[in-house]
Nanobody, 116 residues
């Protein structure tokens, strides 16, 4: 069974940076594209970034340039480097499969709060 455990969130001032990590158990990680998603209060969950098994990233146009997704297939971990954070980036961030997340594998997420 696959488990996805997110970490690295916290409180950061506008303009700051955070690096999120998602550790996956199970060998299925290595054969799946992965993505980061986020859900802000009162809003639908949205895609933040996706990455193929081979490491090709994909970002929504609105987030290009500030976020960088990467993965380590040896450590079964996917990362999200977030720079120039804005208050609108405040949300719970989750990792899951990409482009179609699985309802079975939504974890607890990690809270990111951008505030002065």
């Amino acid at each position: 069974q696959v488990q996805l455990v997110e970490s690295g969130g916290g409180l950061v001032q506008p303009g700051g940076s955070l690096r999120l990590s998602c550790a996956a158990s199970g060998s299925i990680f290595r054969i799946n594209a992965m993505g980061w998603y986020r859900q802000a209060p009162g809003k639908q969950r949205e895609l933040v970034a996706g990455i193929s098994v081979g490491g090709r990233p994909n970002y929504p146009e609105s987030l290009q340039g500030r976020f960088t997704i990467s993965r380590d297939n040896i450590k079964n971990t996917v990362y999200l480097q977030m720079n120039s954070l804005k208050p609108d980036d405040t949300a719970v961030y989750y990792c899951n499969f990409y482009p179609t997340p699985s309802g079975l594998y939504w974890g607890q997420g990690t809270q990111v709060t951008v505030s002065s």
